[in-house]
């Protein structure tokens, strides 16, 4: 299998022709960084230093793809051009190869080459100067510091730079996608609201214009059918006015969840005397103090809906209403006659239990809905008259600690 290099970065090509092209003049010109006398060159002569020359230059393509090798071999390739007269230019691409192996090269070796190269620096440095006495002997190591510890240095200052600048976009990416992630949670939860006021405030008075309007066409009774549109225009009218207030909740830029105008539970009277009107047969026991509002409006609509259901699919037989305030919560129950009907009085969406299960988990309250028996005339569940509807809902009376 063979194996591929990764192609070079552009900008490492225009590094390494430029690095070459630099050090050609500079040799052509016969500038060297040692005289040709020198004990340590072992290769006098013009022609030697191009090997070096070119050699570290092909390096410097592999900046970026291969640092850790380009920086091995500009290296070895260092240490050969100390045995000629020498290359400037050599010797700048050797500190960039020690730079970009910092800056591009694995994180373990990022670390790792300051500390290499600080510690040669200062043994550069100690060793001569241990052996010969003279303050001179220190030159040697300031250079080597120069050539090789302050690159590195530098390439990892720069690459801890970048690595938080990563780091820096990388949370606001992360933010940016958590803001949009609670923006959409935002406009779902509100959608669901508004979806639940509207069913809520508009199906009771919707359900009783459908049931009334079908017994004024259905009936050859004047006095039947003027009684049949007075309950129309009645709800009509009350749907109106709810349709007004949703419609202000919509435009309301206040900020506020709930305008005060919202229904509370002192408004069951007129909501049972409504529900007579239509012609249900309602009783209502409600025994509770004043509550947050939150809660006020869950029993409302959780109360207002168990009507309007009733309404529509309930058979013949009385209506219980009861709230009841105990123990820090506030016990919500409607019931109705349950039975076997060909079909409701009034179509319906199927999204009332949704609601108001919905309303009572918001509230971290528990919901319940469904058929159960009833019990007979004398109180006993051993022989049953029939069966009802039971619709029971639990509403923590205390939001935040604010009873």
């Known amino acids: 299998m063979a194996l591929r290099l ?195 405030m508009v199906a009771n008075h919707l359900s009783a214009i459908a049931i009334h309007s079908t017994a004024a066409l259905s009936l050859d009774d004047p006095g039947t059918s003027q009684q049949a549109l007075g309950v129309i225009r009645q709800n009509s009218v009350e749907g109106l006015s709810e349709m007004r207030r949703l419609i202000g909740i919509l435009r309301d830029d206040s900020g506020e969840k709930e305008p005060t105008a919202a229904p509370t539970l002192d408004g069951l009277d007129a909501l049972v005397e409504g529900a007579r009107a239509n012609g249900l047969d309602v009783s209502l026991d409600a025994t509770h103090d004043k509550l947050p509002t939150p809660v006020e409006l869950a029993a409302y609509r959780i109360v207002q809906e168990s009507l309007t259901n009733a309404l529509k699919h309930a058979s013949p037989g009385r209506v219980t209403v009861t709230l009841a305030q105990r123990d820090g919560s506030l016990t919500v129950r409607v019931t109705s006659p349950y039975g076997d009907r060909d079909a409701p009085r009034a179509p319906g969406s199927g999204a009332g239990l949704v609601g108001m299960r919905e309303r009572t988990a918001l509230l971290g309250g528990t919901f319940e809905a469904g058929p159960e028996s009833a019990p007979d005339s004398s109180g006993s569940r051993d022989s049953l008259d029939g069966k009802i509807w039971t619709v029971l809902a639990t509403l923590p009376t205390t939001l935040g600690g604010t009873e």
């Open 6 to 200: 990764a192609r070079p970065h552009r900008f490492d090509v225009y590094v390494a022709v430029g690095a070459l092209l630099g050090g050609l003049v500079l040799w052509g010109i016969g500038a060297a960084t040692r005289p040709h006398d020198e004990p340590i060159v072992l290769w006098p002569g013009r022609w030697p230093v191009l090997l070096p020359l070119v050699v570290i230059a092909c390096c410097e393509v592999l900046r970026r793809t291969a640092p850790l090798t380009g920086l091995l071999t500009g290296t070895v390739v260092l240490i050969l051009d100390t045995m000629t007269q020498g290359s400037l230019a050599t010797l700048l691409m050797y500190t960039d190869l020690m730079y970009a192996a910092v800056l591009y090269g694995p994180p373990t070796w990022a670390r790792r080459l300051p500390r290499i190269t600080g510690l040669f620096s200062v043994t550069a440095s100690v060793v001569p100067f241990a052996v010969w006495r003279v303050p001179q002997a220190l030159l040697g190591g300031i250079a080597v510091g120069v050539v090789v510890f302050a690159p590195a240095t530098t390439g990892l200052i720069v690459r801890n730079h970048r690595d938080a600048a990563e780091a820096a976009r990388l949370r606001a990416e992360q933010t940016a996608l958590l803001a949009e992630m609670d923006r959409t949670q935002a406009v779902t939860a509100e959608r669901a609201r508004m979806a639940r006021e509207l069913h809520d």
